[in-house]
């Protein structure tokens, strides 16, 4: 009886040790897939967005304050901006659709759509880099909204 007993007590060590073996596995794959995605929306961002929102993400001077255009400058999308304050999904639409499309009520932008230049991926990826600039609670509070949307 205790062969057997101890035979299981290795066989329960041996299980347990290969689960915590493949959910670490399971991670460090999750990790690097979300390096892998934010490095490629570091080089999409700075391919397609920074001309206008900054090399730093900090947006044009004064980008609060109309332009003779009337139309707002490009806000940053670091932590000094309001980028952070909108769900996900809102993000994702004015990439892909332009802020005015998202706004609605005749405003005028000089935010295009992307939609025709960048994938669903492609904007998600970009989308995640500017998230990961964020300090965390910035980053805390931008997930809640996502969450309620």
């Not at 405003?107 to 990961?132: H, N, Q, T």
């Amino acid at each position: 009886m205790p062969d057997i007993l101890a035979s299981t007590r290795r066989s329960g060590v041996f299980a347990g040790a290969l689960i915590l073996a493949i959910i670490a596995g399971w991670l460090a794959a999750t990790a690097a897939a979300s390096e892998d995605v934010i490095a490629q929306g570091r080089q999409i961002y700075a391919d397609q967005c920074a001309a206008c929102h900054g090399a730093e993400l900090e947006g044009q001077p004064d980008w609060r304050s109309p332009l003779p255009s009337g139309r707002l400058p490009a806000p940053p999308h670091d932590a000094s901006g309001h980028t952070w304050h909108h769900p996900d999904e809102v993000l994702f639409r004015i990439v892909r659709e332009g802020t005015a499309a998202i706004v609605g009520g005749g405003y005028e932008s000089d935010m295009p759509g992307f939609g025709d230049v960048l994938s669903d991926a492609e904007i998600r990826a970009v989308l995640a880099y500017i998230r990961s600039t964020w300090p965390e609670r910035e980053r805390r509070y931008q997930e809640s909204v996502s969450r309620a949307d």
